[in-house]
């Protein structure tokens, strides 16, 4: 994982509490290393084509805010 924010997340229940489960962190940095691979491919590929640095970091950030919690607002994965 990049030595970035995202690589020193500490998971939390919606208590607050941090995540203990080890595998379960795992799981979350592995999803969130792959988001960011994918959207840095992104990014250079629309740098690449022409295309505005700024207007793909905010359709990338309506992504992100369009996202739905299928769970309601349980929030919890156990």
Do not use: H
Request: glycine fraction near 8%.
């Amino acid at each position: 994982m990049s030595d970035s924010k995202t690589s020193r997340t500490i998971w939390r229940e919606p208590n607050g509490a941090p995540l203990s489960c080890l595998e379960k962190i795992k799981v979350l940095n592995e999803n969130l290393e792959e988001i960011r691979e994918l959207s840095q491919d992104a990014l250079e590929d629309a740098i690449l084509m022409g295309g505005d640095e700024n207007q793909l970091r905010e359709v990338l950030q309506a992504i992100v805010d369009e996202l739905v919690n299928p769970y309601g607002n349980k929030g919890s994965g156990t």
